[in-house]
């Protein structure tokens, strides 16, 4: 199984920035895709934005315009940067990896807080 380690969340004033990352290692033989879910008290985890191998982005419409996807291939890492954080921003941010031989793995989440 593929190995996540994220990196990144913490706690953050309105406005404010944060960047995540997300590095897989392990056995891994090809990432189709890769990307973020969140999930915050009582509701249900969420896309937050995901990443394809060929480049096509999907983002959450609520993130729109404020977030943004990347990845690096050659170190199998993704990247979210968040601008523009609100309150309603706050949850635990999972890292997901779809690979086309092993399947899904995830991140074991990180806490992202946007409050004065």
């Known amino acids: 199984q593929v190995q996540l380690a994220e990196s990144g969340g913490g706690l953050v004033q309105p406005g404010g920035s944060l960047r995540l990352s997300c590095a897989a290692s392990g056995t891994i033989f090809n990432i189709w895709v890769m990307g973020w879910y969140r999930q915050a008290p009582g509701k249900q985890r969420e896309l937050v934005a995901n990443?394809?191998?060929?480049?096509?982005?999907n983002y959450a419409d609520s993130v729109k315009g404020r977030f943004t996807i990347s990845r690096d291939n050659a170190k199998n890492t993704v990247y979210l940067q968040m601008n523009g954080l609100k309150p309603e921003d706050t949850a635990v941010y999972f890292c997901?990896?779809?690979?086309?031989?092993?399947?899904?793995?995830w991140g074991q989440g990180t806490q992202v807080t946007v409050s004065s």
């Open positions: 997901h990896v779809h690979d086309l031989t092993l399947g899904d793995s």
């Open positions: 990443i394809f191998s060929g480049g096509s982005i």
